[in-house]
């Protein structure tokens, strides 16, 4: 398996612009996981999806952002309007959770957002 | 609110030595703990899971303890290498409903030849 996928693996932008990332989970998950990573702040959770339906979206900071998944094999995070305060690494992670069992979570190799 | 906290934040050995990191978390009632590995500007790699019925799981040179009632893991390198040196993230899942991951800021180690 090629593992979780994410694109791009680098981008810079500058201020208020839109941005865009996209995750390909694990083929045969049903959970997928979009994390943001600051030095200050360490890894969090933003939201996350079961069966391709939003869970919890209480880790997203602004109405900025916003994430979706319309099918089990995609799923896009995008800022609009991009601010430097969002420059961050963003994680993508995918996990299979049946029957109230909550397996391993398989992470991508990230974003790295830099924002002028 | 889980809050996961690690200490040291940075940890500097040189090389052979076992050492041991530590992992506190202030909600008990977790479903389980793991540890991973973080590479400089890569994604995070899973090295032990341990449910919250075990005690301890080991994987080679590491080895990880749970004590869930006290709220505390150590994730134990045996001999440690230069190749070792990454930092360390714990992260801890609760038993209710579709609680994610919540992380420790992690461990930086380094392991000087």
Redesign the interface.
């Known amino acids: 398996d090629a593992g979780v996928i994410q694109s791009p693996r680098h981008e810079v932008t500058e201020m208020g612009q839109e941005v865009t990332l996209r995750c390909k989970p694990i083929s045969g998950h049903n959970s997928l996981f979009w994390y943001r990573q600051t030095m200050m702040r360490g890894l969090e959770l933003l939201i996350y999806f079961n069966n391709n339906v939003p869970i919890d979206d209480s880790g997203m900071p602004e109405d900025r952002f916003s994430a979706k998944m319309p099918n089990a094999s995609f799923s896009t995070l995008k800022i609009q309007p991009s601010e430097p305060r969002d420059s961050a690494v963003y994680f993508c992670a995918s996990s299979l959770r049946l029957a109230g069992v909550k397996e391993t979570q398989y992470f991508g190799p990230g974003t790295r957002l830099l924002v002028l | 609110k889980q809050e996961v906290t690690q200490i040291p934040a940075a940890l500097s050995v040189p090389e052979g030595e076992n050492l041991v990191l530590n992992c506190s978390f202030t909600d008990s009632a977790i479903?389980?703990l793991?540890w991973?590995r973080q590479d400089p500007?890569?994604?995070?790699?899973?090295l032990l899971?341990i449910q919250s019925s075990q005690r301890e799981q080991t994987s080679g040179r590491l080895n990880a303890s749970l004590d869930k009632s006290s709220g505390r893991s150590t994730l134990y390198i045996a001999a440690s290498q230069p190749g070792d040196s990454a930092t360390y993230?714990c992260?801890v899942?609760g038993n209710s409903g579709?609680t994610?991951?919540?992380?420790?800021?992690?461990t930086r180690l380094s392991v000087i030849a």
């Open positions: 479903y389980n793991q991973f500007g890569k994604g995070l790699t899973s899971l993230l992260a899942i579709n994610p991951l919540v992380f420790g800021k992690g």
